[in-house]
């Protein structure tokens, strides 16, 4: 049996994985990475922990001697999207990563994307329809993509932006650490905006695309495709990890097209949620389309002839580590504590013991803006009809109801993308698709089966394995489904659909009759 080290690098931190080319995750390592939060929208993270991460990781599972170290045959590499590290030659880089959080670059793509005299929701009608035309979509005007990062830098860090030999996308900053060599794949680089998506088998830069944003393309990296050998693994992080010399990385693929292959809905319009940090719902598609309304695309998947439709829910996961960190369990109380509790496991349980609805309390998940079916980075969450009656067990529940609600307000797009087809049933993966009352909740809310892929939280690793297993000549995507088990299968209960249906109602008219003032409080940031 031949094995692929795989890494899942996310925004919490990066976690290592031994998986066989048939994608069973034998074991894994994870360390954790800082996020720093700076002003006027500013998210950033240090490229140094990313990799320090990545070397303990690898380390901590490869001393195991779990397989034979010369039957690993690959690395491949999976990792958070719409983030920019800027190296130089050498391939050091030169200030923190901007990531997916980072909106500071959010008034300078603004300006460009609006025309002089007509305007669809921000961007000028001719800039819109180029953009629509060439890339399948359009630059988020809030600032979160790469473009708007490079843009941001070359304002503000003029002599970074000099000194920058490539923009790398945070995969393909893993993949130079791994070989020495820069690259990007065809579907690593589509937030940039700048490539020409029409002919999947010649995805290319386009200078017009380029001069519209004023940037260099011999600071963008040499594209290749998610399956191609970008190269053997060097030989200082071989003898570092201990591996063969002749292991070949793989490009991969970032997050969300890594998990569309991981969740096993790799047919066209087999579909799939994603439920981490952030949340998405993702399928294949046979075809090239955008909604600009709803922030929604078909771009270019890790599997080279399809595109999937692209979504993205801004904070899922991630409103369960706030209401842990800031609200309940705070960490430092944590560290007083002899044995760290698993808090998650305490708030499925907790959950399990309060009726659908939360006696009618409903949050919005909205912590960091939201991209998907909305793109508003000035929107914020709440929680809404509380009473000196509204439990913490209330309180808990409707945060995992709410997240569900904002997944459902992208599904009712999603299905209309794809021509009115119903996501039935949908695969649900991630550490949220850990818990079964949060699953339960899903079907309930969205009137979906939903079904639990085995080991949910090892779905990016496994994608990236897929790819690496293709690539290689082991298996093909086709075979990839007979190769996917399902823990459990979550079927929706009737007697709560008219009670998710009135508070999902509520859930819009909140967003709604509020958006204005989220607008008024928040312009600024």
């Not at 990799?51 to 303990?56: D, N, P, Q």
């Not at 504590?337 to 013991?353: C, W």
């Not at 912590?367 to 508003?376: F, V």
């Amino acid at each position: 049996m031949k094995y692929i080290l795989a890494h899942d690098h996310g925004t919490s931190g990066s976690k290592a994985a031994l998986v066989s080319i048939y994608g069973e995750v034998i074991d894994f390592e994870f360390k954790e990475t800082p996020l720093y939060l700076l002003p006027n929208g500013g998210a950033e993270q240090d490229p140094d922990e990313w990799w320090k991460a990545i070397l303990s990781t690898s380390k901590k599972l490869l001393d195991k001697n779990l397989v034979p170290v010369e039957d690993i045959v690959a690395i491949s590499c999976s990792s958070q999207w719409s983030g920019t590290v800027a190296v130089d030659k050498d391939g050091n880089h030169l200030m923190r990563a901007m990531i997916w959080l980072d909106s500071r670059g959010q008034p300078l793509i603004r300006k460009l994307l609006k025309g002089r005299v007509l305007n669809i929701d921000g961007y000028g009608l001719f800039k819109g329809l180029k953009f629509l035309k060439l890339t399948g979509g359009g630059p988020a005007k809030s600032g979160k993509d790469p473009i708007a990062h490079i843009l941001y830098i070359k304002e503000e860090f003029p002599e970074i932006y000099e000194k920058t030999y490539k923009f790398l996308e945070c995969i393909d900053f893993l993949n130079l650490k791994f070989t020495g060599k820069f690259a990007a794949s065809y579907n690593s680089i589509v937030l940039h905006w700048v490539t020409d998506n029409r002919n999947l088998n010649n995805v290319h830069y386009h200078d017009g695309l380029l001069k519209f944003f004023g940037i260099k393309k011999e600071k963008l990296p040499e594209l290749k495709r998610s399956i191609d050998v970008l190269g053997n693994i060097s030989k200082s992080v071989a003898d570092e990890l201990g591996l063969e010399k002749n292991v070949k990385v793989i490009m991969g693929a970032p997050d969300l097209p890594a998990a569309a292959i991981g969740s096993g809905a790799v047919r066209d319009y087999e579909s799939h949620i994603y439920i981490g940090t952030s949340s998405w719902i993702v399928c294949h598609v046979p075809f090239k389309k955008t909604d600009i309304s709803h922030n929604m695309a078909s771009l270019p998947s890790a599997i080279p002839d399809k595109y999937f439709l692209a979504t993205e829910q801004e904070t899922a996961g991630g409103c369960l580590s706030f209401l842990r960190d800031n609200l309940l369990y705070h960490k430092d109380e944590l560290l007083k504590e002899e044995k760290l509790p698993d808090v998650y496991k305490i708030f499925d349980k907790i959950v399990e013991t309060v009726p659908a609805g939360s006696n009618k309390l409903i949050f919005t998940p909205w912590l960091y803006g939201e991209r998907t079916p909305i793109e508003d980075h000035t929107v914020r969450g709440g929680l809404f009809n509380i009473s000196l009656k509204t439990s913490r067990a209330e309180l808990i529940r409707a945060v995992f109801e709410g997240v569900a609600f904002n997944t459902r307000w992208i599904l009712k797009f999603a299905e209309k993308f794809i021509f009115n087809r119903k996501m039935e049933p949908i695969n649900i993966i991630g550490g949220g698709a850990s818990s079964d009352i949060w699953c339960q909740i899903y079907a309930d809310v969205l009137n979906r089966t939903i079904r639990q892929v085995k080991d949910p939280i090892q779905a990016n690793a496994r994608g990236a394995a897929f790819i690496a297993s293709v690539a290689l000549g082991y298996i093909t995507f086709n075979d990839i489904p007979k190769y996917i088990k399902y823990s459990k299968i979550f079927k929706p209960k009737k007697e709560n659909r008219k009670i998710y249906s009135d508070l999902f109602r509520e859930f819009l008219e909140i967003y709604n009759k509020n958006k204005k003032m989220y607008k008024r409080l928040n312009k600024h940031i």
